[in-house]
């Protein structure tokens, strides 16, 4: 990547992954309308551009370094191929990067994969604003949010609801409010300092050691209810729990937060038994037991993934629920995650 004579520009550009999403499954085609709420938090994901001019006559080069997963390669010439990973790929298809321009892109996150916090949409979103600087103009948060959700929807011919890019997008306590698919306002809670450090002390987020992998029960859950004439009354709780995780976090009523998280992963377990696995409700007679006042499964639900838990006033008490995760499966363990007040972070170093 060092050509003769060349100048390197580093960009740098990081997003946060999210937690506490109340009112997934509101998000996406099927549901037509919705309401989300959550919280964008660090580990974010990271990314490094690194580009040069490509040398006159030689075909200019693109290397993909997924740190995480120990992979780095060249991507061939000519048109882009989605199949190694398909979403960094995709992603940097999308950008139409001008020819002119050689590129490696590092990719990183602390979160593990299949953690159900977002993190692949916090990579593809830091890796979109990152590329944006190679283009012309500027986009705006909310459009890398929704180029990136049409790399997964459009690209990669899947299915995605539009929470995770717009919380990573735009970081902080989100509200979001989707009022046409793919369509959706966002309003961050803004709240005192007291609020902000209470809620970050309070909210601990665990990881149950396993991948998160359930497509066949969302596969039946999203035949259900994108079925003619279906009886889409089952989200109606989800956007409630929304709506109340809100306005309880402007009042810093962290009881009623709890409740909403609760309600929330009640109306998962409505839509699908097995989206509040074993291993969630083994977490969650846990932190019963340790005065812990909240839980929501993040993400969808189902098997592996994360919880996102809601502990009372007692920095003992949290402790001591923390201490006891590995008794009860020794593959449980809290990820260390701190409230994000940003979202897209950019910035250029030149060489």
């Not at 061939?76 to 139409?96: F, N, Q, R, T, V």
Request: glycine share 8%; charged share 20%.
């Amino acid at each position: 990547m060092n050509g003769v004579n060349s100048t390197r520009r580093i960009i740098n550009a990081t997003a946060p992954i999210r937690i506490c999403d109340l009112g997934g499954w509101t998000d996406t085609w099927f549901a037509e309308r919705g309401a989300v709420f959550n919280i964008g938090v660090y580990p974010y994901a990271e990314v490094q551009v690194t580009v040069t001019e490509t040398p006159p006559g030689e075909d200019r080069k693109i290397i993909i370094h997924a740190e995480n997963f120990g992979d780095r390669y060249l991507l061939d010439a000519g048109p882009i191929e989605y199949d190694k990973h398909p979403l960094l790929e995709a992603s940097i298809d999308i950008m139409e990067i001008p020819e002119n321009l050689s590129f490696e892109v590092n990719l990183f996150s602390n979160a593990p994969a299949g953690c159900s916090t977002g993190t692949s949409a916090a990579v593809s979103v830091a890796l979109l604003a990152a590329l944006d600087a190679l283009t012309p103009g500027r986009l705006t948060p909310h459009e890398i949010a929704s180029l990136a959700h049409r790399v997964e929807t459009e690209k990669l011919g899947l299915q995605c609801g539009i929470q995770d890019q717009l919380c990573s997008a735009y970081g902080g306590i989100c509200y979001i409010e989707m009022y046409a698919y793919p369509h959706a306002s966002v309003s961050q809670i803004v709240v005192s300092n007291s609020v902000w450090w209470e809620l970050e002390r309070r909210m601990v987020l665990v990881y149950l050691g396993r991948t998160h992998s359930s497509s066949e029960v969302h596969g039946q859950v999203i035949r259900r209810l994108e079925a003619e004439g279906a009886d889409k009354s089952a989200l109606e709780p989800l956007r409630q729990a929304a709506r109340d995780g809100k306005n309880a976090v402007y009042r810093g009523d962290f009881d009623a937060l709890g409740r909403a998280m609760i309600a929330n992963t009640e109306a998962q377990e409505a839509l699908h038994p097995a989206l509040v696995s074993d291993a969630a409700k083994t977490v969650i007679a846990l932190a019963r037991e340790h005065g812990c006042i909240g839980w929501k499964v993040n993400g969808a639900g189902g098997e592996g993934g994360s919880l996102s838990i809601l502990c009372g006033p007692e920095n003992a008490r949290k402790r001591a629920f923390i201490q006891a995760l590995p008794s009860v499966n020794p593959g449980f363990r809290v990820i260390s995650t701190y409230l994000s007040r940003m979202g897209i972070r950019r910035w250029e170093v030149a060489e």
